[in-house]
Every structure is written in C-alpha cells, then in structure tokens.
Nanobody, 124 residues
Framework: QVQLVESGGGLVQAGGSLRLSCAAS????????MGWFRQAPGKEREFVAA????????YYIDSVKGRFTISRDNAKNTVYLQMNSLKPEDTAVYYC?????????????????WGQGTQVTVSS
C-alpha cells in the first residue's frame, strides 16, 4: 500500500513557475513508476508526465514539453513536477499517481495509487 500526498499548488500569473511535490509512504516507492495527471473543471483527467522507477525514463504530453520537468528522489520518497512558463490553460487540479510495475506508462487505468490532488491556478 502506498499513500501519496501532493503539495506546492497555488495561484500564479501566466509565465510564472511552480514546483509540485508528491510525498509517498511505504518502502517500495523506489520500485514504482510515478505519474502526474491533471483535471480541469468540466474535463476528464489527463496524463501530464511520468517517470520510471529509476528516473531514467520520462514522458510528457506535447503541451508541456519544454516547460515541465518531472523528477524523483527515491531517498526522500518524493516525486516532483517543476512547471515553468505556466499558461492559463494549465489551470487544473494536479494529481500524482503510482504504478507498481515500474515502467513509464500513460494510461490512467495503469496507476493503482492516487493522491488527493493540489490546485494550480494560472491567471492571465
């Protein structure tokens, strides 16, 4: 069992930056692939980025490539999402999720554990 707690959300102006953190409980964090998803009002939850268990592989949706960076610190049981050059369309609740299979995956259904989410609001 893994419990995930996100933090770091907030209100920022367009062009600004935020760093989201996701702290995980449990000894097996280092073997899990981790993902970030987001859900805007009235829209379905969508994949944003993922990182493999070792950190050696990452994957991003096209709309955030070059602006967002996913990373992890297995010693701290934490995964991060650095978000730069934020746009109003990035406004959403951001969720982290864990997949015990360890490899980078995009599909929402592959992730077994989810955090409660953190709100990111980007003003124009």
């Amino acid at each position: 069992q893994v419990q995930l707690v996100e933090s770091g959300g907030g209100l920022v102006q367009a062009g600004g930056s935020l760093r989201l953190s996701c702290a995980a409980s449990g000894r097996t964090f280092s073997s899990y692939a981790m993902g970030w998803f987001r859900q805007a009002p009235g829209k379905e939850r969508e994949f944003v980025a993922a990182i493999s268990w070792s950190g050696g592989n990452t994957y991003y949706i096209d709309s955030v490539k070059g602006r967002f960076t996913i990373s992890r610190d297995n010693a701290k049981n934490t995964v991060y999402l650095q978000m730069n050059s934020l746009k109003p369309e990035d406004t959403a609740v951001y969720y982290c999720a864990a997949d015990p299979r360890g490899t980078v995956v995009v599909g929402l259904q592959r992730y077994d554990y989810w955090g409660q989410g953190t709100q990111v609001t980007v003003s124009s």
